[in-house]
């Protein structure tokens, strides 16, 4: 089976612009979650999409949003880039939520400059 | 909410040695995964393990609930064993995957 995929790997974007981060859950997998991993703040959650619904959120700005498509995939899209915003976004995805083991895409690397 | 406490925050071994990596959470789990950063930055499952104990090769795992802790074993330890080792665990309600702050490991030949 195929692991998580996550595109693009890499990103360098301008303060002020907004970016779009792709995630492709293992196959049959239907929650994904998102989290940002700075090293000031460590491994964050963002949010969890279950059946193109979001279930849980974690304590981010509005400028963080995101949706899953009818065959699991899902997008997570930043407005508004601040130099904060540099991090790994990495993506999980499970059978059926966080109680579930959790398998990882390699992430995509945000530098903002 | 939930809080996770991994011990110690680093970890110089020689090869060949053993270790004991250790987290610590404040309440009751119903997830709880050992994982290995690579370089690269993606998180390599090593265990699922909210209860009991397992073992893969050299590595193993016991999860004692009721104590609210687990402890990661890695034996013989590997030039390529050296990275970072996070701890999650999701609570009750199964909201989200909380991690601790991770153990780096250096091991060198």
């Known amino acids: 089976k195929a692991g998580v995929t996550q595109t693009p790997r890499y990103l360098i974007k301008t303060r002020g612009q907004q970016v779009t981060l792709s995630c492709s859950p293992i196959?049959?997998?239907?929650?994904v979650s998102w989290y940002q991993q700075t090293p000031g703040q460590g491994l964050q959650f963002l949010f969890e999409?279950?059946?193109?619904?979001?279930?849980n959120k974690g304590n981010f700005p509005g400028r963080f949003s995101g949706r899953q498509f009818s065959n699991s995939r899902s997008e997570m899209n930043v407005s508004t880039l601040e130099l904060g915003d540099s991090a790994l976004y990495l993506c999980a995805s499970s059978s059926q939520g966080q109680t579930y083991e959790q398998y990882f895409g390699p992430g995509t690397r945000l530098t903002v400059t | 909410g939930i809080q996770v406490e991994q011990s110690p925050p680093d970890l110089i071994l020689q090869e060949g040695a053993n270790s004991t990596l250790r987290c610590n959470f404040s309440?009751?789990?119903?997830?709880l995964q050992w994982f290995h950063q690579n370089p690269w930055g993606q998180l390599i499952n090593l265990f699922y393990i909210p209860s009991g104990t397992k073992q893969n090769g050299r590595l193993s795992a016991t999860t004692v609930a009721t104590e609210r802790y687990s402890l990661l074993y890695i034996s013989s330890s590997q030039t390529t064993d050296s990275g970072v080792y996070f701890c999650?665990?999701?609570?009750?309600?199964?909201?989200?995957?909380?991690f601790g702050k991770g153990t780096t490991l250096s091991v060198s030949s």
């Open positions: 999409y279950f059946s193109e619904t979001q279930r």
């Open positions: 999650a665990v999701a609570n009750q309600a199964g909201t989200a995957l909380i």
């Open positions: 196959s049959g997998h239907r929650s």
């Open positions: 309440d009751s789990v119903n997830n």
